[in-house]
């Protein structure tokens, strides 16, 4: 079993990338750079410069920590699979040869790189190495290290929220991860702007070149927001590999212009030591254009080759000037110089890391060019992906490594050179307890009255945000930002009064041509997106996360046209995971929306809103009522409340304020506000028909459609029908109040309740119709949590322009279709 403390290893148990490695303890101690003996043979052979850092000892200390980690994070992986049992037959998996190609990116990064304020994001499938990492230094418990993908233990990608040891960024779901620092450092900007410089921070992101296919990371890197981030750093694992294939053709130079264009510095990190000895050789100018010019699916198809066979499938085809530079390399010793990359030369690495810290001006981008399974039997198999070693292949590396089964979980032995660098920089990434900062005063509400007039919800909320402002330790911490949609959903009142952020001072010629006025400074509070909501939603997330990131809470607040919710949904829904707290407004929505069109109306985002954890969705109706909402989530951010994100669906259909008024008078304002925030409250009481005998009805709905429930609700009391009117403001609280109600109750084997806030919103036994612009399927389950008959009327199918009443029609929102509706429940 692992051990729960930093036990010992035999000194100089280092070196494993050659299993069958007669002496892989000298090899180490020779202080070779790339750990396979085999490599350091072709070294010799070739009669190359193996003096390979100006500092041996502290090169072959970085060789034999990487060699550990190496071993460490492969048998992680091994364990889990091979001793184990799960007993539900479902394989464990993981990723051996994509954690081995990081290794020694990783390994100077921690061991020598990074300082204590510096924030990482690890590639997914690198999560056994950052593990493996965490525990030489100090900061995972030994017990865990045979969990990875159990219960309870390591998760199978490196998470914010779940795993024991500390990590930066969430990752998981490719591109998003190595987004997450580039928005995390334009985070930090803002807040060095507005409340002091922090600590340097480098924001730091390992990720796969497959990575790079992801449309998101285009997106992000060309976004003027994230432009002049000097502080961020991506490292490219450039193995030439993803799940299924060899990634095709060359493709370095081709992204090496997209990242200038982009405004990025780029370091390539293409050849080792070795290679790059004979380079530099009579005839060396044509091996390496050789290589350069070699396509990948060829290049690879280079491992798992030998001897003469390896030599006549390089050669073929090759000018007549390559063959002679190689022929003092014997033939067992070619192919770890050929395979003789920079992403595995510490040396090379360290020095890439350094350029890109000279570069300030600008992110910086490294393509480390690696092998897929580096010092395992797997390196370079097209197929490796997610291959395991077998148990004798473990059983070798384990011997290679110099260690035992009663010491393979050993940390490194503080007596050596290796142990001691190991100590040091866990003394200097200890990180200090985070800081308390005490809850941000947002008040209970921003308006006291109604408006006099019909108003809609989109156009309350841009007031409403304005109107917080008027608290000055509330507007401080107050930080809008949108995809180009600011003035279309209603941020331009707070814009005007609280600039645009940026770097530093920007002339605006426009200011005199419109009633805008967006100045552009450091002391901006919006911060303005290009057209990209996945964008919004990683830069959201990010400001989010400035409380732990930065050492700063913010309130962060954005807007974006509520069916476009679905083309940033991976990023929504990473933030959330990630333990981000932000709210996001989604106006206007639905149908209502009616002369846009079906590509502008939403239809499913009430059941995103419903259904995603972490989130609180409403849809109030009426603008007291988001008033008091709007507070409350900002309030429970303000106070760190875990898992208090917010969902606002508003619309951009005005509304009679009288209904609420006289809701408000019947009920008081201290109890509906807190009927409000519950979830729903009775908009109408069908008083005159209580006690009479008449059959009895409920009427529930959102947002924009009450009116025509109201209509409704009147054309039922004229036929004898008593119809009650719920407002649901939130069926998040109202799902949640009674599936916690539930499960309480089966987990406890204890009789079924109704939850209170139901049995006040639904009293009796009456069926139920539910009415949203929305799909039918959010507000269907009511029926079943009252126990009563319910018809569900929604917007199940794509709209089309035309005018609201037209698209009510279509989709049985008008009083008529809804009184129907109620007659059919009755019926039931």
């Known amino acids: 079993m692992p051990p729960t403390a930093p036990n010992t290893a035999p000194t100089g148990a280092s070196n494993a990338a050659d299993p069958n490695a007669a002496d892989p303890n000298a090899a180490a101690n020779a202080a070779v750079a790339n750990v396979a003996a085999a490599n350091a043979a072709a070294v010799t052979a070739a009669g190359l410069n193996q003096d390979l ?126 987004a997450a620092p580039l928005f995390a450092a334009a985070a930090r900007r803002y807040v060095d702007a507005h409340f002091g410089a922090r600590a340097r921070s480098r924001f730091v992101a390992l990720l796969g070149d497959a990575e790079l296919d992801e449309g998101n990371v285009w997106e992000a890197i060309a976004d003027p927001a994230c432009a002049g981030l000097g502080e961020v750093m991506w490292i490219v694992d450039f193995n030439r590999q993803s799940l299924d294939r060899v990634v095709p053709g060359i493709r370095e130079g081709q992204l090496r212009l997209q990242f200038e264009a982009a405004g990025w510095h780029v370091v390539e990190v293409k050849y080792g030591r070795r290679l790059q000895a004979v380079f530099d050789r009579p005839g060396g100018t044509a091996l390496k254009a050789w290589i350069d010019a070699m396509p990948n699916e060829r290049y690879q198809s280079l491992f798992g080759l030998t001897g003469a ?68 039997p797997i390196a370079g198999n097209p197929r490796n992906h997610s291959a395991l070693l077998s148990t004798e292949q473990i059983a070798q590396l384990r011997t290679a490594q110099g260690l035992t089964e009663a010491t393979e979980w050993d940390r490194l032995s503080p007596d050596t050179a290796a142990g001691r660098l190991v100590s040091a920089r866990a003394a200097l990434l200890k990180r200090p307890q985070p800081t308390a900062h005490p809850p941000i005063p947002v008040p209970t509400q921003v308006e006291t009255r109604s408006p006099a007039k019909p108003t809609s919800t989109q156009e309350a909320f841009g007031r409403l945000v304005s109107g917080l402002a008027r608290t000055p330790e509330v507007a401080r911490h107050l930080v809008t930002t949108a995809p180009d949609v600011a003035t279309s959903t209603n941020l331009a009142g707070f814009i005007n009064k609280f600039g ?58 954005g807007t974006v046209y509520d069916p476009f919710v679905c083309r940033g949904l991976d990023a929504f829904i990473y933030g959330t995971y990630s333990g981000a707290r932000f709210l996001i407004a989604g106006t206007p929505s639905g149908v209502t929306l009616a002369p846009e069109g079906g590509a502008h109306q939403s239809t499913i985002t009430a059941s995103i809103g419903l259904e995603l954890p972490n989130v609180v969705f409403s849809e109030p109706a009426y603008t007291r009522a988001l008033d008091w909402v709007l507070c409350d989530a900002l309030a429970r951010m303000g106070r760190g409340e875990a898992g208090s994100s917010a969902y606002l669906r508003l619309t951009t259909r005005p509304l009679d304020q009288a209904p609420f008024e006289a809701a408000l008078a019947r009920v008081g304002e201290e109890r509906l506000r807190e009927q409000v925030l519950a979830g729903g409250y009775r908009l109408h009481v069908a008083s005159e028909l209580e006690n009479t005998g008449a059959p009895v009805v409920h009427l529930a709905a959102s947002g924009a459609v009450l009116p025509e429930v109201l209509a409704a609700a009147a054309e039922l009391a004229s036929e004898g029908v008593a119809a009650h009117v719920v407002d649901v403001t939130s069926l998040d609280r109202l799902y949640t109040g009674w599936r916690s109600s539930l499960q309480q109750d089966y987990r406890s084997a204890s009789g079924p309740r109704r939850p209170s806030v139901l049995k006040e919103l639904f009293p009796g036994r009456a069926p139920i119709v539910t009415v949203h612009d929305a799909a039918s399927h959010a507000m269907a389950w009511l029926g079943s949590a009252v126990g009563v008959p319910a018809v569900p009327l929604g917007v199940d199918s794509f709209g089309q322009s035309g005018a609201v009443a037209d698209l009510y029609a279509q989709h049985d929102l008008v009083p008529g279709a809804i009184v129907n509706a109620a007659l059919a429940a009755l019926a039931l």
Request: hydrophobic content about 45%; glycine content about 8%.
């Open 53 to 178: 850092a100006a500092d041996p000892a502290e090169l072959a200390a970085l060789t034999e920590i990487q060699q550990r980690v190496l071993w460490l994070a492969t048998r992680i992986v091994d364990a889990a699979n091979h001793d184990r049992a799960t007993g539900d037959g479902v394989k464990v998996g993981g990723h051996q040869a994509s954690s081995a190609s990081l290794v020694t990116a990783m390994t100077a990064l921690y061991f020598s790189y990074l300082g204590p304020d510096d924030k990482v994001s690890v590639k997914p499938h690198a999560s056994p190495v950052f593990h493996a990492i965490q525990y030489l230094l100090g900061e995972l418990d030994g017990s865990y290290l045979t969990k990875l993908r159990a219960f309870g233990g390591l998760q199978s990608y490196p998470s914010r929220t779940k795993d024991p040891d500390r990590v930066d960024f969430s990752t998981g779901s490719v591109g998003l991860g190595p």
């Open 500 to 557: 645009v952020f940026a770097p530093a001072e920007v002339q605006n010629y426009t200011a005199a041509d419109s009633p805008v006025r967006w100045t552009e400074s450091p002391a901006g509070q919006h911060i303005e997106l290009g057209i990209s909501e996945m964008n919004l939603f990683l830069l959201l997330g990010q400001l989010g996360l400035a409380w732990d990131l930065s050492d700063q809470p913010l309130l962060p607040i």
């Open 309 to 376: 066979e390896l030599r006549a499938r390089f050669l073929d085809g090759a000018p007549a000037d390559v063959a002679p530079v190689l022929s003092v390399v014997p033939d067992d010793d070619l192919g770890a110089l050929l395979t003789d990359l920079g992403g595995h030369d510490l040396t090379a690495m360290l020095d890439a890391y350094a350029e890109c810290d000279a570069v300030t001006d600008r992110p910086s981008v490294v393509f480390a060019y690696t092998v897929k399974g580096w010092g395992l």
